[in-house]
DNA sequence: CGCAGGTTTTTGCGATTGGTCATATTCATC
DNA sequence: GATGAATATGACCAATCGCAAAAACCTGCG
């Protein structure tokens, strides 16, 4: 035997086969959440046996985390990006269009954290205490010294990086809501409309 | 036997039995999920047998599908008082309070919503597409009519209301990553900074 | 008081689901 | 064909839902 979701070194062949369970996985467990999937509606989901993904990987709970872990620096890396060195107004306009296209092409990535976070996060260990809270910490002082240059109106930059977080995720989370309080015809334009709701929001309250 | 679940009338103690039910079914359900929690965690946290427990309702969907249709009404009701009658920013900021102050105060209800919704809301019937949206169309309305008569800034009601619904109730659904990246000191004071930021945010916005 | 009716609770069990293990068997490659 | 990788088969075990029937508990009324 060879386990493979234990040796380090993987081959080519494993290599695919882990990340058509990682495909699966991330279809059933974002619209199930970890409990109520199964591991058969993944190996169903991926085209292989139960058993076999088991060879893959160490048992359910060992796909979910590998998931997580791999998605985590997708995730976040719109805000990575955003730079001192650029306007501050298009800073944040250029983060929001990042997060609401997120909402839009990712939203079982969107779904899959924020069944984790609502369920109380146990399996983000302390990733968000502490990478997390570094990385906000360090963007909210940037955004804290274009407002203090006059360059944003002065506001909280934790609870703006909240509020946008919020507002972009919301309609990737909350999609069937969204759609179904729109309607059909109004639904077709929901990511459009709603970066320019944004991003309009935004811009009338960053004004200095 | 009498299937309490089913019968129409009932005495005060099977009202009272059913209470404890629903609050410690709101427990478990909102921090487990309906698959994650088992009835036997909802007995216990009752002060029941688990045996018991299905003799006041019919099962665990029961519980929980009853336990939803419960708290519709009251997680609405915000919305519902907003009235044309008022001062058009008065009523957008009371309803942010309001908001705000459940999130503070219902935060399980909040996570209740919240993962029916993310899974796709399948319990929720055909609530959203009639009631819901029944009610968002006409508050929008309103809304538009204030903006028409140039009483607030024109944008999107729809969308306007839907980022009212993401950010506040963000602090309630994403409370653990709230208080992770704020830290211990300032999570003291999030729900009061949030109302603020919030309104300000909308204030800066609506100003026509 | 005591019992007859219904109500509530407990006991015990059947059945299903689903995760995991152990052991073949097939496959690919040298 | 030899060797290790990959897949298939079968079985097991634990969790848990839900039912049925017995037991305990009222409560009103003669």
Redesign the interface.
Same mark, same amino acid.
């Given at each position: 035997m060879a386990r493979a979701g234990t040796t380090a070194r993987k081959t080519r062949n494993q290599l695919e086969k882990r990340q058509a369970i990682f495909e699966a996985a991330l279809d059933v467990f974002s619209?199930? %959440? !970890?409990? %109520?999937a199964t591991l058969e509606q993944v190996a169903k989901a991926a085209g292989l046996s139960k058993q076999n993904v088991v060879y893959y990987f160490n048992g359910k709970d060992a796909i979910y985390a590998e998931l997580l872990e791999s998605l985590l620096e997708v995730w976040v890396q719109p805000l990575r990006d955003m730079s001192a060195d650029g306007d501050p107004l298009d800073e944040i306009l250029t983060y929001v269009s990042r997060k609401v296209q997120m909402s839009r092409d990712m939203p079982r990535e969107s779904?899959l954290f924020?069944?984790e976070? !609502? &369920? %109380?996060?146990p399996r983000l260990g302390d990733v968000?205490?502490s990478e997390?809270?570094a990385l /906000?910490?360090e963007k909210s002082a940037i955004i804290q010294g274009w407002m203090d240059a006059g360059k944003l109106?002065p506001?909280?930059p &934790? &609870? !703006?990086i909240? +509020?946008i977080?919020?507002?972009t995720?919301?309609?990737a989370?909350?999609d069937?809501?969204?759609r +179904? /309080?729109? %309607?059909p015809d109004?639904s077709a334009t929901r990511f459009e409309?709603?970066e320019a709701?944004?991003k309009?929001?935004l811009i009338?309250?960053l004004?200095p």
């Open positions: 619209e199930k %959440g !970890l409990r %109520g779904r924020a069944t976070i !609502l &369920h %109380g996060a968000l205490p997390l809270k /906000v910490d109106a506001l909280d &934790h &609870h !703006l909240f +509020s977080w919020a507002m995720q919301h309609y989370d909350f069937v809501q969204v +179904s /309080v729109l %309607g109004r409309d709603a709701f944004i309009d929001m009338r309250t004004r």
